[in-house]
């Protein structure tokens, strides 16, 4: 077993080398992204009752580069949909075009990492792995996502804590990536199994989608503008099957 053990370390140690001194180069080798704006195409602001307005990524500019270039996207939106009962949801996608960005860095990019390392909190026992969205008027399948409560504590002037209502996807070449559990950390066995999988060629194209409200999202379900947009992200990504936008344009 003692050996096993030092055989594995070594195996994992000499492939964190070849990803820090070969395919991270082969990343930043990359081309400029010509991506920008086109999630913008696949997602229209308005339809049937829906209304939105753009969201920034910060308070003030400073802040808004510096998220960028944490993202390291291609493209993103952020958008905040009111429907036409009065409802508000916001969508938040990040997009990286093969090459862009290695899976393992994209994929810290959620709720379970980002909120959570930033004072949140998910309540464990509402949280579902896998949670299907039906679309009754679809003959597609959608992926299914996450779904999670996060609540923040505003301390004790407040009699209770902020929270937010999220169902999110990180797709990578077309198929839900495989978190662990709980994701609060990067899973071993997903790193070596992405950089045995991508060690001779360039990181896929990968997606992150989030929506979050500020009510249970299960009241979204039988919403025919909710439905509606899950469609438009279906078509762009969330059906089983689809080939995203690289997959489609060969």
């Not at 492939?15 to 999630?39: C, D, H, M, P, Q």
């Amino acid at each position: 077993m003692k050996s096993f053990l030092t055989v594995l370390l070594a195996t994992v140690s000499i492939l964190g080398i070849y990803f820090v001194f070969f395919a991270k180069n082969n990343i930043k080798r990359s081309v400029e992204s010509t991506a920008v704006g086109y999630l913008k195409t696949q997602i229209p602001d308005k339809f049937m009752g829906a209304t939105s307005v753009e969201k920034k990524l910060g308070p003030n500019e400073e802040v808004i580069r510096a998220t960028e270039k944490i993202l390291n996207v291609s493209d993103y939106l952020n958008r905040e949909y009111t429907l036409s009962n009065g409802r508000k949801i916001t969508l938040y996608i990040s997009y990286w075009e093969p090459a862009k960005e290695p899976i393992e860095q994209a994929s810290t990019h959620n709720p379970d990492r980002c909120w959570i390392n930033n004072g949140w909190k998910c309540n464990d026992n509402t949280r579902r792995l896998s949670d299907e969205i039906v679309l009754p008027d679809s003959p597609k399948k959608l992926l299914p996502a996450r779904y999670g409560e996060y609540y923040f504590d505003l301390g004790s002037a407040y009699k209770k804590p902020y929270t937010r209502y999220v169902w999110f996807w990180f797709i990578v070449d077309g198929k839900p990536y495989e978190y662990t559990k709980d994701n609060r950390f990067v899973s071993p066995k997903m790193w070596l199994k992405n950089i045995l999988t991508y060690m001779d060629q360039k990181a896929p194209e990968m997606y992150f989608i989030r929506i979050d409200a500020d009510f249970p999202l299960d009241a979204l379900r039988s919403d025919k503008e909710f439905q509606r947009l899950m469609k438009y992200l279906g078509d762009m990504i969330l059906f089983e099957g689809s080939k995203g936008r690289i997959g489609n344009a060969k």
